[in-house]
């Protein structure tokens, strides 16, 4: 089953944070994207586990059907939590019912490290990437304010590397490595905003906080939801740190 399930998130992370653009991802609500989109789903699926079973369709059309149902929705950060926890779920129910589909695929002779590293790429994608459209959905009612005075997509680039290193510092064993992260960017942005008014600089402080704890936040569970994956799969002579 967890062979299966690898292959189904990895088609999922690929799918929706790689191949699809933002021209896509903005127009869901028009039937020839969506359309688009569902095919990138089916192929992205139908090559990642080698097989054109029904339960790998299914999960195609119920991805389908769950884009377009959101698009219909305000573009708020509970629409987006809402839609990745159906995702999910309907990508765990589908290995659970139907657990053989990566054994009995084209796949079914690869070698058995193949799963550790689609987990590996699927994960540090997901806290990457899809992080930074969650924190940035999250953000986006506070304004950008803030931000008119950075480095074009200056933030972006910070939220994406202090996530990816969170990815590798947990992997690696090395969770303690966060807190210095956390003390380095409180030491920067402490120097920052030093200049300036009061209550300006309380209403940046507080959006950096907000931004920062959720992109940690986010990371961390990718991060530590990847290694119960890894602790599930076979033996590879890698051990990494339980949760």
Known sequence: MIETLIAYFTAHVLADYVFQTNKMAQNKGKPLYLLLHGLIVTVTLVTLTGSIALPVLAIAALHLITDAIKAQLPNTIQAHIGDQLIHLITLTSAAYLYPDVWQTGFWANAPFWASHIMLIIAGAIYATRAGGFAIGILMRPYGNTFSQDSLPQGGQMIGFLER???????????????????AAKSVLRFETSKDGETAENRKRSEYVIIGTLASFGWAILVSMATVLLWLQLPDLGISLPKP
Do not use: K, S
């Open 164 to 182: 990816g290193l969170i990815y590798i510092l947990i992997l690696a064993g090395l969770p303690i490595g966060i807190g210095f992260l956390v």
